[in-house]
């Protein structure tokens, strides 16, 4: 029963920070990568950012030097600080993230949350 459930989405002004949490829960044997994605209306889901187990980063040239991903194991939870927002920010964001189960400790499968709403007004 693994799941992904996020919050920190929200409305916020151009230039202003909005930080997004995404909590893995359910019987995890261990989350490899984790990462971020964001689908505005009517374009592809694109990848913002992923972190590997080692804490390795990467970015979408879009938001580099403006968001920063990080993650707490000890808490399954990957992080995503968005800083000098812009309009062109606003989508629906998703973590994901590659989970092996306790009954499959072998097998990594890919875990999407719900989705939040981010939306910069300018």
């Known amino acids: 029963q693994v799941q992904l459930v996020e919050s920190g989405g929200g409305l916020v002004q151009a230039g202003g920070s909005l930080r997004l949490s995404c909590a893995a829960t359910g019987s995890i044997f261990n989350i490899n990568a984790m990462g971020w994605y964001r689908q505005a209306p009517g374009k592809q889901r694109e990848l913002v950012a992923v972190i590997s187990s080692g804490s390795g980063t990467n970015y979408a040239d879009s938001v580099k030097g403006r968001f920063t991903i990080s993650r707490d194991n000890a808490k399954n939870t990957v992080y995503l600080q968005m800083n000098s927002l812009k309009p062109e920010d606003t989508a629906v964001y998703y973590c994901?993230?590659?989970?092996?189960?306790?009954?499959?400790?072998?097998?990594?499968?890919?875990?999407w949350g719900q989705g939040t709403q981010v939306t910069v007004s300018s």
């Open positions: 994901n993230a590659d989970i092996s189960e306790y009954a499959s400790t072998w097998r990594l499968r890919v875990y």
